[in-house]
């Protein structure tokens, strides 16, 4: 069964750091794309970044401050966020598998000080 787990997240500081996970399960990471994405309050869910095999890709405003990188071994996604501001506030998704339709439940994030 193909499911996406997120772990992660929670408050943290302006300029702060967090982590979050995303373990598959029903397939392995290093065969399909895998997507972060994330909703702010009373916004549209966004794209954040992209790995698939060795490429990387992110949003613009991500200015370097956000890392996507997976274990693979591990079945497991990451996305480093570094100098968070009140801006990066938002639920965070991870997205992939067969198809690419598949989504973790979400993890909160909220910068604050």
């Known amino acids: 069964q193909v499911q996406l787990v997120q772990s992660g997240g929670g408050v943290v500081q302006p300029g702060g750091s967090l982590r979050l996970s995303c373990t598959a399960s029903g397939f392995s990471t290093s065969d399909w794309p895998m997507y972060w994405y994330r909703q702010i309050p009373g916004k549209e869910r966004e794209w954040v970044a992209t790995t698939a095999n060795i490429r990387t890709n992110y949003a613009d405003w991500v200015r370097g401050r956000y890392t996507i990188s997976g274990d693979h071994a591990k079945k497991t996604i990451y996305l480093q966020m570094n100098n968070l501001n009140t801006g990066d506030s938002a639920e965070y998704f991870c997205?992939?598998?067969?198809?690419?339709?598949?989504w973790g439940q979400g993890t909160q994030v909220i910068v604050s000080s």
């Open positions: 997205k992939g598998g067969p198809g690419g339709s598949w």
